[in-house]
């Protein structure tokens, strides 16, 4: 089994119990002795003893971290990537990726089949369409059609954190996540970033099953909350590229347009 995995989940206004990732985890006997299971969590309200005596009693290496101040996950991940040991990998996990029953084998092999590769992605599907990894033209977010598992270019690819294996090879490397960044967009920057500097990385062959909040929310504050959230990031991970930056900020408004038609309503113009 994998020895040397952290996986991080970060944790908010949810108990143990409503957290898919963490029922999912549960599911899973060998691993949990090998690995670290990392909850951060930034509930308003800190677990009760009875859930973290059931935590403990489940993982051998449990760390828990509550900040009811709500951290930014730039500066989680980077505070974890700074704990973590010699030649280990990372896992990054939403609250709600249900993590199916194969994924720790699977990935165990690609390590093992792909020793010199960084990044291992899953799958990840969304009411039954693979949404990552994707493409990313800066215009727009093209999925991919008959995806295969395997080795694979790094340019221009974009995909979601949940399930996200990193070695920390890279991290050693020198880098970290822009702490401007708040709870949208280290997913772009990480890709945008590691691309960069690796050619290649690793699809699985494994799907997650995955909820997209701004996608699935019919709640149109707080689509315009995530709306503003992404404006604000992609100006952060594109500031050191000028032309880039022009493309995206004009594609924000094309965009802002599309959803002030679609709800009725000039709020998305807002700032």
């Known amino acids: 089994m994998i020895s040397n995995l952290t996986i991080v989940i970060c944790l908010y206004n949810k108990g143990i119990n409503e957290s898919a990732t963490l029922q999912s985890l549960l599911n899973f006997k060998d691993f949990k002795d090998y690995s670290t299971i990392f909850i951060w969590d930034n ?5 009760n003893q009875q859930s973290f005596t059931f935590l403990n009693n489940h993982f051998k290496n ?3 971290k ?3 101040e709500n951290v930014a996950l730039s500066k989680i991940y980077n505070m974890v990537i700074d704990s973590l040991e010699e030649d280990s990998f990372l896992m990054l996990c ?3 990726s249900d993590i199916p029953l194969s994924f720790f084998e699977i990935l165990e092999e690609q390590i093992k089949l792909n020793p010199y590769q960084d990044l291992f992605l899953p ?5 039954s369409v693979l949404v990552s990894p994707a493409k990313d033209f800066l215009f727009k977010t ?5 995806l295969k598992a395997g080795i694979i270019g790094s340019s221009n690819i974009t995909a979601i954190n949940s399930g996200m294996v990193i070695s920390n090879r890279f991290f050693k490397e020198g880098f970290r996540y822009d702490e401007r960044l708040r709870f949208y967009g280290t997913d772009n920057y ?3 970033q590691y691309s960069k500097f690796r050619k290649n990385l690793v699809v699985l062959d494994v799907k997650f099953v995955h909820s997209l909040s701004f996608n699935d929310s019919n709640d149109i504050s707080n689509k315009l ?15 050191d590229q000028f032309f880039k930056r022009q493309i995206v900020l004009f594609n924000n408004l094309v965009v802002a347009c599309k959803l002030c038609l679609k709800h009725k309503t000039l709020r998305f113009f807002s700032n």
């Open 225 to 239: 909350r995530i709306f503003k959230e992404i404006k604000r990031s992609n100006a952060i991970i594109y500031s």
């Open 123 to 127: 799958q990840i599907y969304s009411n």
């Open 190 to 192: 990480f890709m945008n």
């Open 43 to 47: 509930s308003k309200e800190v677990i």
């Open 94 to 96: 939403d609250d709600d």
């Open 66 to 68: 509550h900040t009811p």
């Open 142 to 146: 093209a999925l991919i059609k008959n």
């Open 62 to 64: 449990l760390i828990y």
